[in-house]
């Protein structure tokens, strides 16, 4: 189950007859295939419409897809790529190495991008909210040298229209180049002078006190309704606790119950470079906290812990993806130490279950009154 989750499979993205091998994995956009996105990339590449010479900052959420092109094609540029998610970057390296082409990857945020660019390829994540896509797009306004260009991908119905409307307070001139299946890629010149970075964090005030997050990161905003419910449950199990996994961390609130439940040392790991922010963030300097960004467990995290607290995620974007909340159940079982105990938390509909048969023990500690979610814990054989 594991190896699955962090196998690195082949794709094949096809412009005009140049076929351009990308690895890409579970938890990535568009994985087993490419990320439907780069349909509008495709034609205007083949016809050399967009302007990819000098510095590049790759920020298509495709894994290192554009620099194998650009190779292929005989374009001349100088990459780099930069994302959030730890899953994609492992994919864009592996991409990489396979083309045998030199170029950083980097795991930053937009804004965190210390550098300027004669041109971007932005991929606005629609999914995580418009304030995240305003704070990305001030960061690429930002990160362009003068008479660059900044290219907008985006699908009509994830708000193409009003991120060019946005765009268009920021640069100026924002013309759509192409629009294939839905899909409009944009040119944006000209960053105004005036461009200001928009502040990436909010705040909101959780039970067990106030919460910083980056927008866009997950429960950002509030606190998680299966979260609350997990924390419930937990507070009622009253064994003490020495090492603690929060696997999926998001904002770092199971870590944070857990270390002020007395945890001797807690772990937060996160694919998400926004939530790991957030997380180390909320977890402030407490030393017993480490906070990781790593898809899953990826060898970074250690193994031995005596639990695992998790909400683990079923989508990738707006898409169900079940094999990814199987892979949270086995990374659990991995990190563990013999006799440790996992628990989870998730919708009453998912069928966890099936997944904690080969455990030595599971149950089902759910709240009475509640309704719409589960918690089972689990425990690993002795
Ligand atoms: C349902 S949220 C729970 C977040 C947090 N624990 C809470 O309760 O608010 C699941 C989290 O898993 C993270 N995630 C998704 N895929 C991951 C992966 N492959 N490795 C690590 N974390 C991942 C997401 O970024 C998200 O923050």
Known sequence: MLADH???????????DQ????RTKVGVRGHPGVDAALIALAE??????????????????APAALPVWAMGAGVAADWTVASTSAAAIAAARATLADAGLQVPVLAALPWEVDDRFDAIVWRPPADRGVRRVAAE?????????????????????????????????????V????????WRLSALRGPLPATAEVDPWTAFEAPDGPVRAIVGAF??????????????????????????????????LLARAALAAGARAVVAVDDDLA?????????????????????????EVGS????????????????????????????????????????FVANRALPYEAELEGWAAWGDATPAAERTFKVLWARRPG
């Open 6 to 16: 962090h196998r690195i499979d082949r794709a094949v993205w096809r412009v005009g």
């Open 19 to 22: 076929e351009v091998p990308i």
């Open 44 to 61: 205007p590449l083949r016809r050399g419409r967009l302007e990819l010479a000098g510095r590049v900052l790759d920020l298509s959420g």
């Open 137 to 173: 797009l001030a960061a690429v306004a930002g990160r362009l040298r003068d008479g660059g260009t900044a290219w907008l991908l985006q699908h009509k119905d994830e708000g193409a229209k009003r991120t060019e409307k946005a765009a268009a307070a920021r640069f100026a001139s």
């Open 175 to 182: 013309e759509v180049v192409a629009r294939e299946a839905g």
């Open 219 to 252: 429960a950002a905003e509030k606190v998680d309704p299966g979260t609350r419910v997990l924390l419930g449950a937990l507070s009622e199990r009253g064994a003490p606790l020495e090492r603690l996994l929060d696997l999926g961390c998001g904002t770092g």
């Open 275 to 299: 939530a790991v922010r957030s997380a180390a963030y909320n977890l402030g300097d407490d030393p017993r906290a480490r906070v990781v960004h790593a898809d899953l467990t990826a060898g």
């Open 304 to 343: 031995g812990f005596d639990a695992v607290w998790c909400n683990p995620p079923f989508h990738v974007g707006r898409q169900v993806v079940g094999a990814l909340s199987r892979a949270f159940v086995a990374a659990a079982h991995e990190a563990l130490r013999p006799g440790g105990e996992a628990w």
